[in-house]
């Protein structure tokens, strides 16, 4: 069975700082797919960033960055000068290439303070 | 991405009442999804809606609980029925387009 774990329950920095978010993940596929969400305050999921298993190659989008090490089986996500807007609970997901739904790790509450 | 609304957004209900929450998807999908994520914990499939079938529910999850319907390929609801203060959650609906999952703003329910 697949599991995800984000071992970082809450991680609190001031603004500005950098900050990595780690995500493991257990599963006997070849073909999968890796995700992370951000959950504000107000509770709605926002989509982040899709990983497909067979691409490693690492990408960057403004503040965001991940790396994805299939040799270890972490998916880790990387804010670089962080503001308090970050602040919120960031979820990890997997989901097999033959399964619809997603696996989603504990979360790990994010707080950047000002 | 796609906009999936759901309503209500928030609601305080009574013990023993039923709650009926809404998705609608702005495009055509074949499979939603049904999240319940109870206080300071992660999201869990409560089960998955297809188009002109039975709802698939996960273990742990019964119909007559959570009864669900999936009248055309662009809505779905979730009820949560004889609800108990335990019922207290975040409930998400959830679309997929491709590889990616979108969802809803979801809605936070209290249960007194």
């Known amino acids: 069975a697949q599991k995800v774990t984000q071992a970082q329950t809450e991680i609190s920095v001031v603004e500005k700082e950098d900050v990595t978010l780690d995500c493991v993940y257990e599963?006997?596929?070849?073909?999968?797919?890796l995700f992370w969400y951000k959950q504000p305050p107000s509770g709605e999921l926002v989509f982040l960033i899709r990983r497909n298993s067979f691409d490693e190659q690492n990408e960057i989008s403004g503040r965001y960055s991940w790396n994805f090490q299939k040799s270890t089986s972490s998916f880790n996500f990387t804010i670089t000068a962080s503001q308090v807007v970050d602040s919120a609970v960031y979820f990890c997901?997997?989901?097999?290439?033959?399964?619809?739904?997603?696996?989603f790790g504990q979360g790990t509450r994010l707080t950047i303070n000002p | 991405s796609a906009v999936i609304s759901q309503k209500p957004s928030r609601d305080i209900c009574q013990r023993g009442t039923s709650l009926t929450i809404q998705c609608q998807v702005d495009s055509q999908v074949t499979m939603m999804f049904w999240y319940r994520q109870q206080p300071g914990q992660s999201l869990t499939l409560i089960a998955t809606a297809n188009q002109g079938s039975e709802a698939t529910y996960e273990s742990g999850f019964v119909i007559d609980k959570f009864p669900i319907s999936r009248p055309n390929l662009t809505f779905s609801t979730l009820t949560v029925s004889n609800m108990s203060p335990e019922d207290s959650s975040i409930y998400l609906c959830s679309a997929q387009w491709g590889t990616e999952a979108f969802f809803g703003q979801g809605t936070r329910l209290t249960v007194v």
């Open positions: 997901a997997f989901r097999g290439a033959g399964a619809q739904k997603l696996v």
């Open positions: 599963t006997r596929d070849t073909t999968y797919y």
